[in-house]
Protein backbone atom coordinates (compact mmCIF):
# COMPACT_ATOMS: atom_id res chain seq x y z
CA UNK A 1 0.00 0.00 0.00
CA UNK A 2 1.28 3.70 -0.61
CA UNK A 3 1.33 5.17 2.69
CA UNK A 4 1.56 8.60 1.01
CA UNK A 5 -1.50 8.28 -1.55
CA UNK A 6 -4.20 7.34 1.09
CA UNK A 7 -5.44 8.77 4.58
CA UNK A 8 -7.63 6.17 6.25
CA UNK A 9 -10.08 9.07 8.46
CA UNK A 10 -11.05 10.42 4.67
CA UNK A 11 -12.22 7.82 3.87
CA UNK A 12 -14.51 6.96 7.03
CA UNK A 13 -16.41 10.41 5.62
CA UNK A 14 -16.18 12.20 8.72
CA UNK A 15 -14.01 14.84 9.49
CA UNK A 16 -10.82 13.09 11.40
CA UNK A 17 -7.64 13.78 10.74
CA UNK A 18 -5.29 10.99 12.75
CA UNK A 19 -2.53 9.74 10.32
CA UNK A 20 -2.83 5.54 10.06
CA UNK A 21 0.70 4.49 9.60
CA UNK A 22 0.99 3.50 13.00
CA UNK A 23 -2.22 1.16 12.60
CA UNK A 24 -0.64 0.23 9.46
CA UNK A 25 2.68 -0.51 11.17
CA UNK A 26 0.82 -2.39 14.30
CA UNK A 27 -1.21 -4.43 11.32
CA UNK A 28 2.14 -5.81 9.86
CA UNK A 29 3.49 -6.76 13.02
CA UNK A 30 0.50 -8.81 14.31
CA UNK A 31 -0.06 -10.40 11.05
CA UNK A 32 3.69 -11.35 11.66
CA UNK A 33 3.57 -12.24 15.23
CA UNK A 34 -0.18 -14.55 14.14
CA UNK A 35 2.45 -16.47 11.66
CA UNK A 36 5.55 -17.29 13.92
CA UNK A 37 3.11 -18.70 16.73
CA UNK A 38 0.65 -20.94 15.00
CA UNK A 39 1.76 -23.99 16.04
CA UNK A 40 3.32 -22.92 19.36
CA UNK A 41 0.20 -22.44 21.36
CA UNK A 42 -0.09 -24.97 24.68
CA UNK A 43 -3.61 -26.72 25.76
CA UNK A 44 -2.84 -25.54 29.21
CA UNK A 45 -5.54 -22.74 30.19
CA UNK A 46 -6.08 -21.46 33.71
CA UNK A 47 -3.91 -19.67 36.87
CA UNK A 48 -0.77 -19.24 36.12
CA UNK A 49 1.53 -20.85 39.02
CA UNK A 50 3.13 -17.70 41.20
CA UNK A 51 1.58 -15.57 39.24
CA UNK A 52 0.10 -12.85 41.78
CA UNK A 53 -3.69 -11.99 41.29
CA UNK A 54 -5.98 -8.91 42.91
CA UNK A 55 -9.33 -7.21 42.15
CA UNK A 56 -8.88 -4.52 39.77
CA UNK A 57 -12.32 -3.47 40.29
CA UNK A 58 -12.97 -3.76 37.18
CA UNK A 59 -16.52 -2.42 36.76
CA UNK A 60 -15.56 0.87 38.83
CA UNK A 61 -13.22 1.59 35.84
CA UNK A 62 -15.74 0.96 33.23
CA UNK A 63 -18.15 2.97 35.00
CA UNK A 64 -15.70 5.78 35.23
CA UNK A 65 -15.32 5.73 32.05
CA UNK A 66 -18.94 5.36 30.38
CA UNK A 67 -19.61 8.36 32.43
CA UNK A 68 -16.99 10.15 31.19
CA UNK A 69 -17.29 9.97 27.52
CA UNK A 70 -20.56 7.34 26.73
CA UNK A 71 -23.01 8.72 28.57
CA UNK A 72 -26.19 10.29 27.58
CA UNK A 73 -25.05 13.36 29.92
CA UNK A 74 -20.78 12.63 30.02
CA UNK A 75 -18.77 14.75 31.93
CA UNK A 76 -16.50 15.24 29.06
CA UNK A 77 -17.59 17.11 26.24
CA UNK A 78 -17.49 16.37 21.95
CA UNK A 79 -14.75 18.35 21.55
CA UNK A 80 -12.54 16.86 24.27
CA UNK A 81 -13.40 13.30 23.38
CA UNK A 82 -12.08 13.81 19.68
CA UNK A 83 -8.84 15.54 20.79
CA UNK A 84 -8.30 12.72 23.28
CA UNK A 85 -9.33 10.04 20.98
CA UNK A 86 -8.31 11.78 17.82
CA UNK A 87 -11.64 10.90 16.40
CA UNK A 88 -15.43 11.74 17.19
CA UNK A 89 -16.95 9.73 19.35
CA UNK A 90 -19.74 8.89 16.22
CA UNK A 91 -16.14 7.31 14.33
CA UNK A 92 -15.03 5.19 17.60
CA UNK A 93 -18.28 3.61 18.89
CA UNK A 94 -18.62 2.52 14.83
CA UNK A 95 -15.50 1.26 15.27
CA UNK A 96 -15.92 -0.77 18.39
CA UNK A 97 -19.25 -2.00 17.61
CA UNK A 98 -18.47 -3.51 14.49
CA UNK A 99 -15.25 -5.21 16.31
CA UNK A 100 -17.57 -6.61 18.91
CA UNK A 101 -19.82 -7.69 16.79
CA UNK A 102 -16.56 -9.54 14.72
CA UNK A 103 -15.40 -11.17 17.27
CA UNK A 104 -16.76 -12.80 20.59
CA UNK A 105 -13.25 -11.69 22.61
CA UNK A 106 -15.03 -8.24 22.49
CA UNK A 107 -18.05 -9.26 24.25
CA UNK A 108 -18.14 -9.12 28.20
CA UNK A 109 -18.23 -12.61 29.89
CA UNK A 110 -18.33 -14.00 33.35
CA UNK A 111 -15.62 -15.80 34.69
CA UNK A 112 -15.71 -19.35 36.36
CA UNK A 113 -16.51 -17.45 39.94
CA UNK A 114 -19.25 -15.53 37.90
CA UNK A 115 -16.83 -11.93 37.98
CA UNK A 116 -18.27 -9.97 35.11
CA UNK A 117 -15.15 -9.44 32.71
CA UNK A 118 -14.17 -6.30 30.69
CA UNK A 119 -16.23 -4.77 28.94
CA UNK A 120 -15.58 -4.04 25.15
CA UNK A 121 -15.14 -0.58 25.57
CA UNK A 122 -12.88 -1.17 28.06
CA UNK A 123 -10.53 -3.27 25.74
CA UNK A 124 -10.90 -1.34 22.26
CA UNK A 125 -9.97 1.97 24.37
CA UNK A 126 -7.05 0.02 25.83
CA UNK A 127 -6.23 -0.87 22.52
CA UNK A 128 -6.61 2.59 20.88
CA UNK A 129 -4.91 4.58 23.57
CA UNK A 130 -1.53 2.05 22.76
CA UNK A 131 -2.19 2.79 19.13
CA UNK A 132 -2.76 7.05 19.38
CA UNK A 133 -0.13 7.64 21.96
CA UNK A 134 2.48 4.67 22.00
CA UNK A 135 2.24 4.29 25.50
CA UNK A 136 3.11 0.68 26.86
CA UNK A 137 0.61 -1.85 27.48
CA UNK A 138 1.12 -1.57 31.19
CA UNK A 139 0.10 2.16 32.00
CA UNK A 140 -3.84 1.41 30.52
CA UNK A 141 -4.23 -0.11 34.09
CA UNK A 142 -4.53 2.91 36.12
CA UNK A 143 -7.81 4.27 34.13
CA UNK A 144 -8.88 1.26 32.41
CA UNK A 145 -8.36 -1.76 35.31
CA UNK A 146 -7.08 -3.67 32.38
CA UNK A 147 -3.70 -5.97 33.25
CA UNK A 148 -0.90 -5.55 30.49
CA UNK A 149 -1.24 -9.09 29.05
CA UNK A 150 -4.52 -8.37 28.42
CA UNK A 151 -4.44 -4.92 26.77
CA UNK A 152 -1.56 -6.46 24.49
CA UNK A 153 -3.96 -9.06 23.81
CA UNK A 154 -6.91 -6.58 22.78
CA UNK A 155 -4.26 -4.47 20.78
CA UNK A 156 -3.82 -7.64 18.88
CA UNK A 157 -7.99 -8.78 18.73
CA UNK A 158 -8.54 -5.47 17.86
CA UNK A 159 -6.15 -4.70 14.98
CA UNK A 160 -7.19 -8.00 13.48
CA UNK A 161 -11.07 -7.49 13.98
CA UNK A 162 -10.25 -3.88 11.97
CA UNK A 163 -8.41 -5.03 9.29
CA UNK A 164 -11.01 -8.10 8.49
CA UNK A 165 -13.96 -5.66 8.69
CA UNK A 166 -12.86 -3.11 7.18
CA UNK A 167 -10.09 -3.43 5.26
CA UNK A 168 -11.83 -4.49 2.05
CA UNK A 169 -12.94 -0.67 1.90
CA UNK A 170 -10.91 1.17 4.44
CA UNK A 171 -7.90 -0.28 3.21
CA UNK A 172 -7.27 -0.02 -0.46
CA UNK A 173 -5.71 2.10 -2.59
CA UNK A 174 -8.20 5.02 -3.61
CA UNK A 175 -10.10 4.81 -6.57
CA UNK A 176 -11.11 8.02 -8.97
CA UNK A 177 -14.10 8.77 -6.92
CA UNK A 178 -11.60 8.47 -3.64
CA UNK A 179 -8.80 10.64 -5.59
CA UNK A 180 -11.90 13.55 -6.67
CA UNK A 181 -12.98 13.73 -2.88
CA UNK A 182 -9.44 13.74 -1.64
CA UNK A 183 -7.99 16.50 -3.71
CA UNK A 184 -11.60 18.53 -3.15
CA UNK A 185 -10.48 18.27 0.37
CA UNK A 186 -6.95 19.53 0.18
CA UNK A 187 -8.06 22.44 -1.62
CA UNK A 188 -10.74 23.20 0.75
CA UNK A 189 -7.59 23.09 3.16
CA UNK A 190 -5.46 25.15 1.73
CA UNK A 191 -3.40 22.37 -0.31
CA UNK A 192 -4.51 21.96 -4.15
CA UNK A 193 -3.41 19.76 -5.67
CA UNK A 194 -2.31 17.63 -2.79
CA UNK A 195 -3.21 14.21 -2.57
CA UNK A 196 -2.99 12.39 1.65
CA UNK A 197 0.14 14.20 2.21
CA UNK A 198 0.49 13.03 6.58
CA UNK A 199 2.75 16.26 6.83
CA UNK A 200 -0.61 18.78 5.67
CA UNK A 201 -3.46 16.76 7.33
CA UNK A 202 -4.18 19.25 10.24
Known amino acids: MNHSNFNFYDAFDFD?????????????VVADKESNNQGRRTKY??????????????????????NNY????????????????????????????AVEAHNPYFKQRTD??????????????AAHMILAYGIPADLTDEYLRIEETTAIESLGASVKAIVEVFGD???RAPNEVDICRLLSIGELRGFP??????????
Open 193 to 202: GMLGSIDCMH
Open 45 to 66: RGSILGHNNFNRNRKEGELKLY
Open 169 to 171: WYL
Open 112 to 125: ALGVLGLSCLQKVI
Open 16 to 28: DDTPMFTFQVVTV
Open 70 to 97: FAENPKFTKSQFRRRFRMSRRLFLRIAN
